[in-house]
């Protein structure tokens, strides 16, 4: 068979386009777009959905009083969720968690109030006691970026798995030793996402998870993350298989 024909084949059995990894200001700093912005450009681009990812840690937001930012996170993404809707995109609440312990980010996929402000209280008692205590039965978290530099590996058996493919167009993610390091350690989920912060760069809708239908909310995100069941797409073109 054609590998264009192979190509097109994933494509029709995998219709829905989800960007796993993208930022918002106020909430990551880092970041140029407000959520609405966000929501305009990857429509623009035809994806179905995405997952707001702002960085969670402890000084997310520490302009406000402790006891108003974990809502003011949240605003962020109900920002984005709400004008979405009115073009018939899905919009998912994440996290990038670090913990005060080293500069490593988390991907946590499954998320809601409750698990955002528990989680708020482990910041500063680190990764490993996060894992041994708070139950994430329905959730996933993946190390982010792995191999970027003043990154440690975490350890594997405090992961569900890992960001293989990071295409932020900013830092040098070390992709290749991502994407072997992750099928060494046989972890259970792969995943991806354009890591997008900066309009005008490029990297916008950079890599795209092609999914067979839109989950329902961030917990679906996460089964489907769970299953395999999906296929990745390099530049709105090559497709990867997970």
Same mark, same amino acid.
């Given at each position: 068979?054609?590998? /264009?024909?192979?190509?097109?084949?994933?494509?029709?059995?995998?219709?829905?386009?989800?960007?796993?990894?993208?930022?918002?200001?106020?909430?990551?700093?880092?970041?140029?777009?407000?959520?609405?912005?966000?929501?305009?450009?990857?429509?623009?681009?035809?994806? /179905?959905?995405?997952?707001?990812? &702002?960085?969670?840690?402890?000084?997310?937001?520490?302009?406000?009083?402790? /006891?108003?930012?974990?809502?003011?996170?949240?605003?962020?993404?109900?920002?984005?969720?709400?004008?979405?809707?009115?073009?018939?995109?899905?919009?998912?609440?994440?996290?990038? $968690?670090?913990?005060?312990? &080293?500069?490593?980010?988390?991907?946590?996929?499954?998320?809601?109030?409750?698990?955002?402000?528990?989680?708020?209280?482990?910041?500063?008692?680190?990764?490993?006691?996060?894992?041994?205590?708070?139950?994430?039965?329905?959730?996933?978290?993946?190390?982010?970026?792995?191999?970027?530099?003043?990154?440690? $590996?975490?350890?594997?058996?405090?992961?569900?798995?890992?960001?293989?493919? /990071?295409?932020?167009?900013?830092? &040098? &993610?070390?992709?290749?030793?991502?994407?072997?390091?992750?099928?060494?350690?046989?972890?259970?989920?792969?995943?991806?996402?354009?890591?997008?912060?900066?309009?005008?760069?490029?990297?916008?809708?950079?890599?795209? $998870?092609?999914?067979?239908?839109?989950?329902?909310?961030?917990?679906?995100?996460?089964?489907?993350?769970?299953?395999?069941?999906?296929?990745?797409?390099?530049?709105?073109?090559?497709?990867?298989?997970?």
């Amino acid at each position: 068979m054609n590998p /264009n024909d192979i190509r097109d084949q994933l494509k029709n059995e995998y219709p829905y386009r989800l960007e796993l990894h993208a930022h918002t200001y106020p909430v990551s700093r880092c970041s140029e777009v407000s959520p609405t912005e966000l929501v305009d450009i990857y429509r623009s681009l035809g994806f /179905n959905g995405l997952v707001v990812t &702002n960085h969670f840690y402890s000084g997310t937001l520490d302009e406000l009083p402790e /006891n108003q930012r974990v809502d003011a996170y949240l605003e962020a993404y109900h920002q984005a969720k709400d004008y979405a809707e009115g073009y018939g995109m899905k919009i998912y609440l994440g996290a990038e $968690l670090r913990f005060d312990e &080293n500069a490593n980010d988390y991907l946590l996929y499954g998320a809601d109030e409750a698990i955002l402000r528990q989680a708020r209280e482990y910041f500063s008692k680190g990764l490993a006691c996060y894992r041994r205590e708070v139950s994430l039965s329905r959730s996933i978290l993946l190390q982010a970026h792995p191999f970027r530099p003043g990154m440690v $590996l975490a350890d594997p058996a405090l992961l569900d798995g890992v960001e293989a493919y /990071n295409m932020h167009c900013g830092h &040098n &993610n070390t992709t290749a030793l991502a994407v072997r390091y992750g099928a060494a350690q046989h972890f259970a989920v792969s995943s991806g996402g354009s890591d997008f912060h900066n309009p005008g760069r490029g990297h916008e809708g950079a890599l795209a $998870l092609r999914a067979r239908r839109l989950p329902e909310d961030s917990f679906g995100i996460a089964a489907l993350l769970k299953s395999g069941d999906f296929v990745f797409e390099l530049g709105g073109q090559a497709i990867l298989l997970p």
